[in-house]
């Protein structure tokens, strides 16, 4: 099975990993993105398998207990130490786990050694990728995290955001970068009754970020994940 992604620097240590479809991208952060903020505490900072993961998230997130997760995700944001320690964790290898690590230290290597934060999205996906950017901003820019911060700690609307949070799976360790990142770059559903508080992390954004265009891709490849020897 073959997939074509690219591989840009978005911003100093912030990288992008850009595939064609959502499946491919979902496919390789999940692991990696799962113990970074899984709403499992068995999952989160633990060691489990493909299987044990898909049979949870089926039976716990849909109706029909099919695995949604690359319909259900297609963003995904996760600081580099979080993936080397996933994968000293962690002994099962699928070929998106290896593309993964591979990835990981070729940037590694690439930059000189050093922390560094990696998103995904699918190509074209313009509202996704500035979410995720946000998250990487936040990581990467000391300045940017504590005003980001200091805006959250000062909405009334926190408690509310946190519970919203909670229903959508995603772990309170990451409340505060994810209510950034959505206040910011675009509103879920669920929290569009709350568009008033969102003109000053909009305008953060906007300065940060600044008049972004896609900068020329580092790497470009097709790969065959599957490919028999």
């Known amino acids: 099975m073959k997939f074509t992604y690219s591989l840009y620097e978005v911003q100093p240590k912030v990288y992008l990993v ?22 499992n505490p068995s999952f989160q900072g633990g060691s489990f398998t493909l299987l044990e993961y898909m049979d949870w998230y089926s039976k716990t997130y849909s109706e029909d207990h099919c695995f949604t997760y690359s319909v259900d995700y297609v963003g995904f944001n996760v600081p580099s ?39 995904g999205a699918a190509r074209g996906d313009m509202s996704t990728l500035n979410h995720e950017m946000a998250h990487g901003f936040f990581y990467t820019d000391k300045d940017y995290r504590q005003h980001m911060t200091a805006l959250v700690n000062e909405l009334p609307c926190k408690k509310e955001m946190s519970k ?66």
């Open 81 to 119: 130490d979080v993936i080397l320690q996933c994968y000293t964790d962690n002994v099962e290898r699928t070929p998106y786990d290896e593309f993964m690590l591979r990835l990981t230290r070729d940037i590694f290597f690439m930059q000189g050694g050093g922390r560094f934060y990696l998103i």
């Open 18 to 39: 850009e595939t064609d479809n959502v499946y491919d991208v979902s496919m390789i952060f999940w692991r990696a993105q799962e113990y970074y903020e899984s709403s």
């Open 164 to 229: 919203i949070l909670s229903e959508m799976m995603y772990a309170k360790n990451i409340h505060t970068d994810e209510i950034q990142a959505f206040f910011s770059t675009g509103l879920a559903k669920e929290m569009k009754h709350l568009k008033q508080y969102t003109k000053p992390f909009v305008a953060a954004f906007k300065r940060k970020r600044g008049k972004f265009k896609l900068p020329t891709p580092i790497k470009t490849e097709t790969i065959d994940l599957f490919q028999r020897k």
